[in-house]
């Protein structure tokens, strides 16, 4: 299991939109019917994104994020009326060791909208794994029930 994260070139707030937030959420459901990945925590933020992954077996973690991200990026600069690179440095990923780990990480991407001013406590971000969890929303975000069996 990896938690992964990119940012946007030059750290722009190019995600602003709610339509663009929503785009990448799209694009990473159509990367889940092409690859084999458990996806269990998320946030789209202004100008990055965290996510948790478990590439299925035989599955390619640079694969996955190669696809999601060129993909999310073509379809980002046509609509912006934008060329070139959109995403800064290649992503980052580490692995998750334990389950201590997997906790911490999550809570940091739960609290990620939240430390930016962009949600509260009350008032949960719309383009995250927490909101998903909170409205029952699995199309792209796996069930927490089945989280027990990823450790």
Not at 60 to 67: F, G, V, Y
Not at 102 to 107: A, E, G, T
Not at 118 to 125: M, P, Y
Request: net charge positive.
């Amino acid at each position: 299991m990896y938690h992964v994260g990119a940012r946007i070139n030059n750290k722009e707030m190019l995600l602003k939109s709610n339509e663009l937030k929503a785009l990448f959420l799209a694009v990473v459901k159509r990367a889940k019917k092409k690859y084999i990945f458990q996806l269990t925590n998320f946030v789209v933020m202004e100008n990055h994104i965290h996510m948790i992954i478990k590439p299925g077996k035989n599955q390619n973690l640079s694969r996955i994020m190669q696809w999601v991200l060129s993909v999310f990026a073509v379809i980002c600069n046509k609509k912006l009326g934008r060329s070139g690179h959109l995403w800064g440095e290649r992503f980052f990923s580490k692995i998750i060791s334990s389950l201590q780990e997997y906790i911490k990480i999550s809570d940091y991407i739960d609290n990620n909208p939240i430390k930016a001013g962009l949600a509260s406590g009350e008032k949960v971000w719309k383009f995250s794994g927490k909101y998903h969890r909170l409205v029952k929303k699995y199309s792209i975000l796996e069930n927490p029930e089945a989280l027990a069996l990823l450790f």
